[in-house]
């Protein structure tokens, strides 16, 4: 069952889809919007060191929609969060599972039916010895009161929409240390096998509640008939990962280490059919992890080997291709449940999705790209959606499958690092995303995100790209500088950093909403070769060409680069000796330039003090580019009393006659503190030989609304900031080419100069 590529359709802006399979459907739009992020280590216990990790991996929800349940396997627990007002989630504690078992217990899903949480459990004290429970906790009280022993690992639980039955994937997970005789490290089979759980859930006291085992294969071990037949890939070890169920009872268990689907009557636990996922075949993706975005790759005849799946209705189902040892082909796919065919399958466009929106995440490319995980389908009112979660580069694709063979895309939704639950509440029009990374050390922290349908114009995204010659999207990340495009009043320039091996300049349009890439132009060398500059900062000269400020990995490698119009360098200016020497990794950070008598003068700013410099100040510097003189001025950060933190600047640009820069923190999330833009005037001159001269500052705007406007996690890196020629302040975040990072870019629109920063 291979399946061509797959394109994605025209960009459409103005609020409306940005990229897609098909078309958006006449009438008005509606679009979910986020409404709030929660990061789950405030929902701490009492005590805990709050670097310690804790993750929100699978949620579930009360009948009313108001608590959300998810579980955290890092802190062996379950949390709880009142979501009774989507815009402030807040936290309600946790429930250790140390106390009802073993300090090594691990949930793995978790649901919710009427006043009971049932909460799967891997308590396996090997590979070889799997075993699990089912814990049935008091929504309200929190006590336990019943547990179940499941015989095996379990990874998921779904539950029938009448609340008639649950069902629990026993995987019983592969080794992937260990060596089967005749195999390879980690091959399959492994005994032993895995199976299904039936738990039946008669209205009332849990006490009544029974299980029934659906084995997968034999009672010797032997494969089954039906899955020898459907072509599944080592039928004595299924390996069952992700459950869903129907309207009509039929449960679906996805096997994807086998690149299989098991179909289960529930009602009487007969297998009533399988098929194989098949293999895809899909072009025009980035294959080789090389630093650039380069969408000309392939790969050819691939296992889809799907981790979750949902029913789209009673017939058609959906899998999400994350892959595992042998497989993932990027994207996801509808089959027919009667017949085991493909009809229709994502191809190329879920990756394109993620560079189009600037969060493709090019150190997964050899892998399994942008690793389509989780999958959830639910209605709202007359529509149903599929949600479509990027386990690398944080999203979660939003289709319309009213026409459940015709899939419409019609927007992304930017998550934090990892998504991993998908949880629809259609009764109160919201989406839950529960995110699973978690890293303090960087200020990458799990979360859960809440979403809410009905807004015309969604916040994200503020930047998209258009279609390059071939067709396929624009790739780009990293913004950390923007320049005005002289005599092109809608028009910005930016360029990508170090995140990429190769340095390009950006063109956006901001004349539409989101604003548009509409270009990329490769930066050279003095050779004509491409180059891998770590430029900070642009500015694009009237005269034509730019100049960039390129931050180096020690001192003496920063310098000012000069290109012509065709981005070729055309001059190299370094730092003096003196001031190289003192200054360590953080050093240029933008750049910007004037007219004086005649003559041209650059304006660089470093981001840290130079060693000899006084504790807080950094340094501005003028070069004269008729003398070849530097000179330098002073500058007085604001401090911090944040342990480890660090101010910096990370920009420069002329605002009439004086000279505004970014003032940042390195801080994200809810702790983020100065995201500041300031002023100081223009001097005439070069600065005085000996002590620095410090230029009085004044704050023009404190930029923390607005990043704090969009919902999400704060972002850390506000490094650019331009006016363009119609006036309007513009300013963007870098996204880190999705490492470390979550990957989203905000473009914000400040508003008119004269708003921003006075009469000029």
Do not use: C
């Amino acid at each position: 069952m291979a399946v061509a590529g797959a394109t994605v359709a025209a960009l459409v802006v103005a609020g409306t889809a940005q990229a897609g399979t098909g078309s958006v459907p006449p009438g008005p739009a509606k679009f979910f919007d986020r409404t709030a992020t929660y990061p789950v280590f405030e929902n701490r216990p009492a005590g805990e060191d709050p670097a310690t990790e804790t993750v929100a991996e699978i949620s579930a929800v009360s009948g009313d929609g108001r608590t959300l349940v998810y579980t955290d396997a890092a802190a062996r627990r379950i949390g709880f969060l009142d979501i009774s007002r989507a815009e402030r989630p807040r936290g309600l504690g946790t429930l250790s599972l140390a106390g009802l078992g073993d300090a090594e217990d691990e949930p793995t899903s978790v649901a919710v039916v009427g006043r009971h949480v049932l909460v799967v459990v891997n308590t396996s004290a090997s590979y070889t010895e799997p075993s699990g429970r089912l814990d049935v906790i008091d929504l309200h009280t929190r006590e336990r009161v019943r547990s179940l022993d499941l015989g095996g690992q379990p990874d998921s639980i779904a539950v029938s929409a009448n609340k008639r039955y649950a069902a629990i994937a026993i995987e019983n997970e592969r080794d992937e240390e260990a060596t089967p005789p005749g195999g390879e490290e980690g091959d399959l089979p492994q005994a032993p096998a895995g199976f299904v759980q039936i738990l039946d859930l008669p209205a009332g006291d849990p006490a009544g509640w029974g299980l029934r085992t659906v084995p997968l294969t034999a009672a010797d071990g032997s494969a089954l008939p039906v899955l020898t037949a459907a072509g599944i890939t080592e039928p004595t070890d299924p390996e069952p990962e992700y459950v869903s169920i129907n309207r009509g009872h039929q449960l679906a268990v996805t096997l994807q280490e086998n690149n299989g689907i098991v179909l289960v009557d529930l009602p009487s636990g007969r297998i009533t059919g399988a098929f194989s996922a098949g293999t895809a075949s899909v072009d025009r993706i980035d294959t080789v992890e090389d630093g650039i975005i380069d969408l000309t790759g392939s790969i050819t005849d691939v296992p889809r080997e799907p981790d979750a799946v949902a029913w789209l209705d009673n017939r058609y189902l959906a899998t999400a291709n994350e892959g595992d040892w042998r497989g993932g082909t990027r994207g996801w796919t509808i089959f027919d449940s009667r017949t085991g065919a493909v009809t229709w399958d994502a191809g190329n466009s879920f990756e394109w999705l993620a560079v189009r929106h600037g969060l493709h995440n090019e150190d997964r490319a050899e892998n399994k790209g942008a690793e389509p995980e989780g999958l959830s389908v639910a209605e709202y009112g007359a529509t149903r959606y599929a949600f479509v979660g990027s386990e690398r580069s944080n999203f979660v694709a939003v289709y319309d499958v009213t026409r459940p063979t015709r899939p419409v895309f019609r927007q992304v939704l930017p998550t934090t690092n990892g998504p991993e639950g998908l949880l629809p509440i259609p009764s109160r029009g919201l989406l839950a995303v529960s995110s699973e990374t978690d890293e303090a050390a960087v200020g990458v922290r799990a979360s859960v995100s809440l979403f809410r349908l009905g807004e015309d114009t969604p916040a994200f995204p503020s930047l998209v790209s258009a279609p390059d010659a071939t067709g396929a999207p624009i790739g780009w990340g990293a913004l950390g500088a923007l320049s005005a495009v002289p005599k092109r009043p809608h028009l910005l320039y930016s360029v990508t950093d170090a995140a990429y091996a190769t340095t390009s300049i950006v063109t956006i349009n901001t004349r539409q909403s989101p604003a548009v890439v509409t270009e990329v132009l490769p930066v050279r060398d003095e050779r004509g070769e491409a180059v891998g500059y770590d430029a900070e900062g642009i500015f694009a000269r009237p005269q034509g060409g730019f100049w960039l400020a390129v931050e180096g990995a020690t001192g003496p490698e920063n310098k000012l680069a000069r290109l012509d119009a065709d981005g070729v360098t055309r001059q190299v200016v370094p730092l003096p000796a003196d001031v190289a020497a003192g200054l360590g990794r953080q050093g240029f950070e933008g750049v910007t330039a004037t007219m004086e008598r005649g003559r041209e003068i650059v304006w660089a700013v470093l981001q840290r003090e130079v060693a000899t410099d006084p504790a807080g100040v950094v340094r501005i510097g003028r070069y004269d580019v008729t003398a070849g003189t530097w000179s330098w001025f002073g500058y007085r950060l604001s401090r911090t009393d944040v342990p480890g933190d660090w101010i910096g600047l990370s920009e420069v640009t002329v605002v009439g006659g004086r000279l505004a820069v970014i003032e940042r923190d390195k801080l994200n999330g809810p702790a983020a503190r100065v995201k500041r833009i300031y002023t100081v005037e223009l001097p005439t001159g070069p600065a005085a030989p000996g002590r620095l001269r410090v230029l009085p500052k004044q704050l023009a705007v404190n930029v923390l609304p607005a990043l704090r406007a969009t919902n999400g996690w704060t972002q850390e890196k506000l490094e650019g900031l331009a006016v363009a020629g119609n006036g309007q302040v513009y300013a963007v975040t870098d996204n880190d080419g999705v490492q470390d990072a979550t990957g989203e870019t905000v473009l914000l629109r400040l508003g008119p100069a004269d708003t921003v920063f006075g009469p000029r």
